[in-house]
């Protein structure tokens, strides 16, 4: 049964498992929700686990601007490769991708940098 989501780049090709979609509950908080095994602590949901906290943040930074994606495990089958996106994976190690450079964010660069299919979709809202 598949049950992984992958946060994916889109642009890039680039992704990371972010678990199974799990039961949360939080304190103070009525309703019973989901979120991901990968990132929370399933007795504790406020409790994040700081290794993926730091590799979704990183992830993010280095690909701000781009298409973020979750998709369900089995996305596989769509692509040419089929291994698709285990690429990401050249890393030995979290930690070794942690250490790759993100240049300093400039927002007002970067929002000259924004995609004209994004504007277009933004024109939308
Ligand atoms: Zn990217």
């Given at each position: 049964?598949?049950?992984?989501?992958?946060?994916?780049?889109?642009?890039?090709?680039?992704?990371?498992?972010?678990?199974?979609?799990?039961?949360?509950?939080?304190?103070?908080?009525?309703?019973?929700?989901?979120?991901?095994?990968?990132?929370?602590?399933?007795?504790?949901?406020?409790?994040?686990?700081?290794?993926?906290?730091?590799?979704?943040?990183?992830?993010?930074?280095?690909?701000?601007?781009?298409?973020?994606?979750?998709?369900?495990?089995?996305?596989?089958?769509?692509?040419?490769?089929?291994?698709?996106?285990?690429?990401?994976?050249?890393?030995?190690?979290?930690?070794?991708?942690?250490?790759?450079?993100?240049?300093?964010?400039?927002?007002d660069v970067d929002l000259n940098n924004i995609n004209q299919c994004v504007?277009?979709?933004?024109?939308?809202?």
């Amino acid at each position: 049964m598949l049950q992984d989501y992958t946060l994916v780049c889109m642009d890039c090709g680039e992704g990371f498992s972010l678990g199974e979609a799990i039961f949360i509950k939080y304190n103070s908080v009525q309703e019973i929700t989901y979120g991901y095994s990968a990132i929370t602590n399933n007795d504790n949901p406020w409790s994040i686990l700081e290794l993926k906290a730091a590799q979704i943040q990183h992830f993010l930074m280095q690909h701000r601007l781009h298409e973020i994606r979750v998709l369900p495990q089995g996305v596989e089958k769509y692509t040419g490769s089929g291994d698709f996106p285990s690429s990401y994976l050249r890393y030995d190690n979290i930690k070794q991708y942690l250490a790759t450079k993100v240049k300093k964010p400039q927002p007002d660069v970067d929002l000259n940098n924004i995609n004209q299919c994004v504007i277009e979709t933004l024109k939308g809202f």
